[in-house]
């Protein structure tokens, strides 16, 4: 893939093409970008429904009819946190020869609801409902639910411990007026940007969304947010220790640990390394000690969260091997920072990761979003760029690496 272009439309709105002859179809996405809250969450997770199902009175036929004329086109919409931003995501695959089309539908779809002044009551009423039911669901994903409320203990100053779908309570006075009243002001002041990833040419696209999108959304633009660069997360002297009963035989166990290491810093690298030794995959320390050798647990696997420094462990176990498997957990640490890794723990890890992160580059939505995650930190490399700077760490770098963590929360979901 090349280098991608990005082209300033408007302050605030910026088209980033991604030339690439490798896929069929090109992919696109729009992002709304919003500052990640407990007060707003929920109703942009119920905006992105309503957008998902055209955002005007049309209805779904009407919305599939228009997809089928563009060569079983590809339609999505939907909210995803990163790092402290809620992005309102709309996608579309579309095949090179109906870009132009597919650049009008997605104008569309964003800017149609400003010329009815209104979404259709009936819609606005089924998707909060869809997000009131969702958010109700999380506590029979026993494991997605520790996930959300490990976060909530560890970052409860933090915007970042605000779920992706935010709080039911939010949506009690939420009406289809409230709801476009704050679409408005969504599209007058936050930052968006307009992803194509495909075989097309650069200026051609910014020529695409100058005039589809931007006279319409030019209107009524006002003085764009600025969203403050996310910092990482930094340990308290304290460690936090919660247990909840939601019912269920497995016990669910969260561990997090901070790093005060941010996701654009050059540390972030020998932590994302030591972190495959330390917990990711069956050739683990954490899943040999763990599941293999003490037979502690069912699943136990330790990850990054990249914008905020966060090592996080997810445990499948019964509630009674809490304290073990958190002893465990910390002396698989301690191990390496005291002691380091193994060359053959090393090279493993390394070509592991860096054969991960370069199969990104086949798969448009993984592209996509590593892109995204790139911008959004300040970073113009792409996944070579990337996977060279995991070439360059060193195995004596994770012992430094591991130093930096610090025990934040203990989380048992029984």
């Known amino acids: 893939m090349n280098q991608s272009t990005i082209f300033a439309l408007s302050k605030g709105v910026n088209c980033h093409v991604l030339p690439s002859r490798k896929f069929k179809t090109v992919s696109i996405c729009i992002v709304l970008r919003r500052p990640l809250s407990r007060e707003e969450a929920a109703i942009n997770a119920v905006l992105a429904g309503v957008l998902k199902q055209g955002g005007a009175s049309r209805g779904f036929p009407a919305l599939n009819r228009r997809l089928d004329e563009m060569g079983g086109a590809v339609f999505d919409a939907g909210v995803v946190k990163k790092g402290e931003e809620q992005l309102i995501q709309l996608f579309l695959d579309v095949e090179p020869r109906f870009l132009s089309r597919g650049a009008a539908f997605l104008s569309e779809i964003v800017l149609g609801p400003l010329e009815r002044g209104a979404f259709p009551d009936d819609l606005a009423e089924r998707e909060k409902l869809n997000i009131r039911n969702a958010i109700k669901d999380l506590r029979n994903d026993k494991a997605e639910y520790a996930k959300i409320r490990c976060l909530e203990e560890m970052c409860k100053n933090e915007p970042f411990g605000v779920s992706a779908l935010g709080d039911g309570r939010a949506l009690d006075a939420l009406d289809s007026a409230a709801l476009y009243r704050h679409y408005l002001r969504v599209l007058e002041v936050s930052p968006i940007e307009i992803m194509v990833l495909g075989e097309v040419l650069p200026e051609r696209c910014a020529r695409l969304w100058s005039e589809f999108f931007m006279p319409r959304l030019a209107k009524i633009r006002r003085r764009v947010i600025k969203i403050p660069k996310p910092l990482p997360s930094k340990g308290g002297a304290e460690t936090s220790s919660v247990s909840e009963s939601i019912g269920g035989a497995q016990a669910k166990i969260c561990i997090g640990f901070k790093s005060g290491i941010g996701g654009a810093a050059p540390d972030f690298y020998p932590l994302l390394l030591m972190n495959e030794v330390f917990g990711q995959g069956p050739a683990s320390r954490l899943f040999s000690a763990a599941r293999e050798r003490e037979s502690l647990c069912y699943s136990i696997q330790a990850y990054v969260y990249r914008f905020k420094g966060i090592l996080f462990v997810e445990c499948g176990a019964d509630a009674d091997s809490l304290r073990a498997v958190s002893e465990i957990t910390k002396d698989a640490l301690r191990s390496i920072a005291r002691s380091g890794v ?45 996977t060279s700077k995991l070439s360059q760490v060193r195995a004596g770098d994770l012992s430094e690496a591991a130093s930096r963590l610090k025990l934040d929360t203990v989380y048992l979901c029984a």
Do not use: C, H, V, W
């Open 342 to 386: 193994s060359e053959y723990e090393f090279s493993l890890a390394q070509k592991g990761l860096i054969k991960r992160f370069s199969a990104i580059s086949d798969y448009p939505g993984a592209l996509l979003d590593f892109y995204l995650t790139q911008y959004m930190l300040g970073l113009g490399e792409n996944a070579a760029a990337f």
